[in-house]
């Protein structure tokens, strides 16, 4: 069974600090990695995606993917109450799927003044 | 770009009534549409999958019948809720697939819609 397993939260970081929310999948032929941001009552929203291993940055975020230990995070630098939102990994493992992505259950972020 | 509109954002209804949510895709042509279902303080859940010109592949456990979907564009896809009952109260959620060389099988959400069942 393809599973998405994120680190269990909710993750609790004083404003300014770095917030890391990791990652892991079980389907070592996944191809596409997504990180989505949900605020409460809102429908989730794309942040980053990452295809190659090694770091990918866009602004305060880093996506960083580890093909050979199964494993994607995502790094939130100079952490803003903002932030605050759950954090879904979303994994996309390829063949006939249709573009099915498999997500986790997704990781509660405080960022507290 | 990569724009999802849904319609309506919210709806009440009656019991036993049926509902129809739409969901475009604006700026883009989206080959596949998801439809998800979110209940409160719960992860997303995909109902079906649904491709234009052919029918949704649905969900172990979600019933086609009740939940019927038409993707006739690619740029629309329709949810019925048929004879909606109270159960059904939830935050449906759409996703759009773009096409070309450049999708990397992103998937961008509709802002959802609220449905509650009297």
């Known amino acids: 069974q393809k599973e998405v397993e994120q680190n269990s939260g909710p993750l609790s970081v004083p404003e300014g600090a770095i917030a890391s929310l990791n990652c892991t999948y079980s389907?070592?032929?996944?191809?596409?990695f997504f990180w989505y941001r949900q605020y409460s009552g809102k429908s989730p929203e794309l942040i980053m995606s990452i295809y190659s291993n090694g770091d990918k940055e866009d602004g305060r975020f880093t996506a960083q993917l580890n093909k050979a230990s199964q494993y994607v995070s995502l790094l939130i630098r100079d952490s803003q109450p903002s932030d605050s939102a759950t954090y879904l990994c979303?994994?996309?493992?390829?063949?006939?799927?249709?573009?099915?992505?498999?997500f986790g259950q997704g990781t509660i972020l405080t960022v507290h003044p | 770009g990569a724009v999802v509109s849904q319609h309506p954002s919210w709806v009440i209804c009656k019991s036993g009534t049926s509902v129809k949510i739409e969901c475009r895709s604006l700026?883009?042509?989206?080959?596949?549409m998801f439809w998800y279902r979110q209940f409160p303080k719960q992860s997303l859940m995909l109902m079906a999958t649904s491709n234009e010109g052919s029918k949704a592949t649905y969900e172990q456990g979600v019933e086609k019948d009740k939940f019927l979907i038409n993707h006739a564009s690619l740029t629309l896809s329709t949810l019925t809720v048929t004879s909606a009952h109270p159960e059904d109260s939830s935050f449906y959620i759409c996703?759009?697939?773009?096409?070309?060389?450049?999708?990397?099988?992103?998937?961008?959400f509709g802002p959802g819609t609220r449905l509650t069942v009297l």
């Open positions: 700026d883009f042509q989206a080959t596949t």
């Open positions: 979303a994994v996309f493992a390829g063949g006939t799927s249709y573009g099915k992505l498999t």
């Open positions: 996703s759009a697939r773009g096409r070309g060389a450049k999708s990397h099988n992103e998937q961008f």
């Open positions: 389907d070592r032929g996944s191809q596409s």
